[in-house]
């Protein structure tokens, strides 16, 4: 009854290498997320989608990108990686948006997460 | 996962300090309690972990009471920015299949 999976759970990979992670719920959720967790547990934000509209934070170098073949899937590709994004990357969904304004406090469930380690 | 009970929002004023407690009754032996701060448009921002009696540093304090079913987020002085949603989480990044945000609660700090 896995509302939201990942996979791999491990990538363990060469610079320069193009990877992609995947994501899958099974709520319903209108929301999916992208998070980059650092060596601090510091959750940042990478991208929100919906139906509607992809929120980018300008921070994320556009090596990232994350594709949704439908509602229950938003998948991350990484071309060319480098030693810095190793770190964990956690998928998340919610009925409805957190970022671009819409209400802060609506449940977030989040993913296992991927632990990238690029070499 | 432990199942989390937050009060849903709060209000307080500039310069008072402020404790928002979570009540975790079926935290298990090896769940740490963790407390994140979210504003909007922005990922959860991590403040805090502890695992018994109490923790301290540059943000808040963390207090837990010998049973662990309860957890107590203190901020001292608080200002505006401080207006945010407050996430208890028990359990372990990593661990446990699911990791899930509730409702949190709503700080309202007012000047």
């Known amino acids: 009854d896995t509302a939201v999976s990942q996979t791999p759970k491990y990538l363990v990979t060469q610079m320069g290498n193009d990877k992609s992670i995947k994501c899958e719920q099974n709520l319903g959720h209108d929301t999916m997320y992208w998070y980059k967790q650092d060596s601090k547990k510091f959750l940042k934000i990478m991208f929100s989608?919906?139906?509607?509209?992809?929120?980018i934070n300008e921070t994320v170098p556009n090596r990232f990108s994350p594709k949704s073949p439908d509602k229950a899937h938003l998948n991350l590709h990484i071309n060319s990686l480098e030693l810095g994004d190793s770190a964990v990357y956690f998928c998340?969904?919610?009925?409805?948006?957190?970022?671009?304004?819409?209400?802060?406090?609506?449940?977030?469930?989040f993913g296992p997460g991927t632990r990238l380690l690029v070499l | 996962l432990a199942k989390t009970t937050q009060p849903i929002s709060m209000d307080s004023y500039e310069g008072q300090e402020v404790n928002i407690t979570c009540s975790h009754n079926?935290?298990?032996?090896?769940?740490?309690i963790t407390w994140y701060q979210q504003f909007p448009s922005q990922g959860p921002r991590f403040i805090i972990q502890?695992?018994?009696t109490k923790v301290t540093n540059e943000v808040a304090s963390l207090f837990i009471p010998a049973d662990r079913k309860s957890s107590t987020l203190s901020l001292p002085r608080v200002s505006l920015s401080d207006t945010a949603v407050y996430y208890c989480l028990v359990g372990e990044w990593g661990r446990d299949d699911k990791i899930i945000f509730g409702k949190g609660t709503r700080l309202h700090i007012l000047p």
């Open positions: 989608y919906n139906n509607k509209e992809l929120i």
């Open positions: 998340a969904s919610s009925q409805d948006s957190t970022a671009s304004g819409g209400a802060v406090g609506e449940t977030q469930y």
């Open positions: 502890g695992y018994k």
């Open positions: 079926n935290i298990a032996t090896n769940d740490y």
